[in-house]
């Protein structure tokens, strides 16, 4: 688990006025494999982060969604809706990789408009962050 503990860590380091969601006791006994940060109070943009259920494969998606008003309603009902709240989301770039401890990942899929192919050699963890995030 250090792997999606430093992920999440460098996320928030990486945009430093971001802020990861948090969802309500309700969910508390389910295991988490996903994750959802805001970068900015006043942007329409979501960093979604999925975790395979070994720990190494990951996907970090920058989901788009109409306005910022809808964003944040939709955030206002994450903690108790779950990720079900946030299925209106575009995905406008997704990167897919294996992540290497402590600070290196490989890139196994890419989509969208994305600056980084798929099968390159190792890359660190900011530079996928400056690749994923929105225009």
Same mark, same amino acid.
Not at 45 to 55: A, R, S, V, W
Not at 82 to 101: D, E, T
């Given at each position: ?80 809706? /779950? ?28 989509? /969208? ?5 798929? /099968? ?16």
């Amino acid at each position: 688990m250090k792997s999606i503990e430093s992920l999440r860590t460098e996320i928030k380091a990486f945009y430093q006025t971001s802020k990861e969601l948090t969802l309500s006791e309700k969910f508390v006994k389910h295991r988490q494999f996903n994750y959802y940060f805001q970068i900015n109070t006043d942007t329409p943009y979501l960093l979604y982060l999925n975790m395979g259920e070994e720990g190494i494969r990951f996907t970090l998606k920058c989901l788009e969604f109409p306005d910022v008003s809808t964003l944040q309603m939709l955030i206002a009902n994450y903690p108790h809706l /779950g990720s079900s709240s946030f299925n209106m989301g575009h995905p406008i770039k997704a990167v897919s990789f294996l992540y290497h401890f402590p600070n290196t990942i490989s890139i196994t899929e890419v989509r /969208g408009n994305v600056a980084i192919e798929a /099968g390159n050699t190792e890359i660190s963890i900011a530079e996928l962050l400056e690749v994923i995030a929105p225009n």
